[in-house]
């Protein structure tokens, strides 16, 4: 069955105020597995099954005046478990869900959009169901949603949204630690085990042919459940179904795991699942697995909506865009031509300007004789600690001086060292140029010390080199003064 609802807001609450059923009648077989025979007369080919659903969308589509839509599925149709961390890992769960999801896959290497959902929460632990949609699925049911034109706004499980509208049913046995749910409805049996009402395993079993098979299902489920959350006493198990009566048989095999207490869903809460969903929505605190690629569609389709319904604004905006498309160039290629014209006009005189500059800080340059190599051999001796004996200087004319020396003390080095880097010079200001700062004005950019080494005779041997400020040359001054002129 597709069933779909509207639900409107009345008051504080929210109740239907449109539903309508549309029978696809069956389920395509799994694929490259034959399918038994009791469901055999049943199922339809897949294309079949597409094509059915592709109609009953199309006509909910219709009926509901709408093509965007909240979708539930089965559980069996979604990779779905319960996950606990630390409170102090909380920002960890998207990751922790991925991993969780991957080692429940038959397809590890899928990367799945995860839903994750907080059901419970204590001082220490966190409790979050978590599902996604496989791409085998997304794509059986992408194909028929794109005949028909719907879009998926959200996607969540049925299931949830039966326990959340038949929740008075299923807790009218009282308070128990831990309670099993069986919800036999029309599309399979969902397996819920609760502890203090909030879900501990989910599990979508499908179809089940006799009691054997229900009772292998509901053992695995509770070991499942007291390896995720402990041992604990099974209260009651709750079997909701929309049949009259449970099987002797199967009620047979579920006695033996603890009381059977069956709710029995009437005509009037067929929309239960759906209803649920649809309140889980409003509420917007559920976990959502729709694909990416129906999120895109999505996108896709309420943006041509817009557009199209825009298309006289769209027709302004496109003559404007082109009017400015075709006049800012225009507009740009004038100011360039004029800004060309006004360069070339001055370019000359600039130049001339310019050039003289560069030849007068080159002259300036050379004829400041407080960086020459006697000054620097005055300097360095001046400063030279006693204990310190020179016995090699190495200038080079704009890059700086390297001495080699003895020091009778590793401190005398360092202490000359600090001394040579605290050397300071007179700096000539140029055509009214401001006066440099105080770290412009020293004599040397950087002194660097070599290691201090000590010969066999005990002397400290050691070079010290002291950089100059790197200062451009005439040319290429000359040749930036120019480039920044133009």
Not at 156 to 164: H, M, V
Not at 417 to 429: G, H, P, S, V
Request: glycine share 8%; hydrophobic share 45%; proline share 3%.
């Amino acid at each position: 069955m597709l069933r779909g609802i509207r639900l409107s807001e009345s008051g504080r609450q929210h109740q239907i105020s449109q539903s309508e059923t549309w029978e696809i009648s069956g389920a395509p077989p799994s694929e490259g597995a034959e399918a038994p025979s009791e469901v055999a007369e049943e199922a339809v080919a897949p294309q079949e099954f597409e094509s059915r659903l592709g109609d009953a969308l199309f006509a909910a589509a219709k009926t509901f005046d709408t093509h965007e839509f909240v979708l539930s599925l089965p559980l069996s149709k979604l990779l779905v478990d319960v996950v606990r961390v630390p409170v102090d890992q909380r920002d960890e769960l998207p990751t922790l869900a991925q991993e969780a999801l991957k080692r429940i896959s038959p397809f590890p290497d899928e990367v799945y959009r995860v839903g994750v959902e907080i059901v419970a929460e204590t001082d220490t632990e966190i409790v979050a169901v978590v599902s996604a949609l496989p791409d085998a699925i997304s794509l059986e049911l992408g194909d028929a949603l794109e005949d028909a034109k719907v879009r998926i706004v959200r996607t969540d499980s049925t299931a949830l949204g039966r326990l959340r509208t038949l929740w008075p049913k299923i807790v009218s046995g009282g308070s128990v630690g831990r309670r099993l749910v069986l919800m036999d409805l029309d599309d399979g049996w969902d397996f819920i085990v609760l502890d203090d009402d909030a879900p501990v395993v989910l599990r979508g079993l499908g179809e089940l042919k006799n009691a054997a098979e229900l009772g292998r299902e509901v053992m695995l489920g509770l070991i499942r459940a007291e390896n995720m959350a402990g041992a604990r006493d099974l209260g009651e198990i709750v079997v909701v179904t929309a049949q009259e009566g449970l099987d002797d048989e199967m009620r047979t095999r579920l006695a033996t795991f603890g009381t059977v207490r069956l709710e029995v869903v009437a005509a009037d809460e067929a929309y239960a699942g759906v209803e649920g969903v649809a309140n889980r929505t409003v509420e917007a605190a559920t976990f959502d697995v729709t694909p990416e690629a129906w999120d895109t569609a999505l996108k896709e389709s309420r943006f041509k909506k817009r557009l199209v319904g825009s298309l006289s604004v769209a027709g302004g905006i496109w003559l404007l865009v082109m009017g400015v498309l075709w006049g800012v160039p225009c507009y740009f290629n004038w100011m360039t031509a004029r800004q060309d014209a006004m360069s070339k006009a001055h370019k000359k005189a600039y130049t001339e300007v310019a050039n003289m500059r560069a030849r007068v800080r080159l002259v300036q340059r050379y004829s400041d004789h407080a960086c020459g190599a006697l000054e620097m051999l005055k300097a360095f001796s001046d400063r030279m600690p006693e204990g310190v004996t020179l016995s090699q200087l190495t200038y080079k004319r704009g890059e700086g001086v390297r001495i080699s020396a003895e020091a009778v003390q590793p401190d005398n080095a360092y202490a000359f060292k600090d001394a040579l880097a605290k050397t300071e010079r007179e700096r000539i200001a140029l055509d009214g140029e401001a006066a440099e700062d105080e770290e412009s004005e020293r004599m040397f950019a950087d002194v660097i010390l070599s290691e201090v080494k000590q010969s066999r005779g005990g002397v400290n041997r050691f070079d010290i080199e002291a950089k100059f400020p790197v200062e451009e040359d005439a040319s290429s001054s000359a040749k930036a003064s120019a480039k920044g002129g133009r």
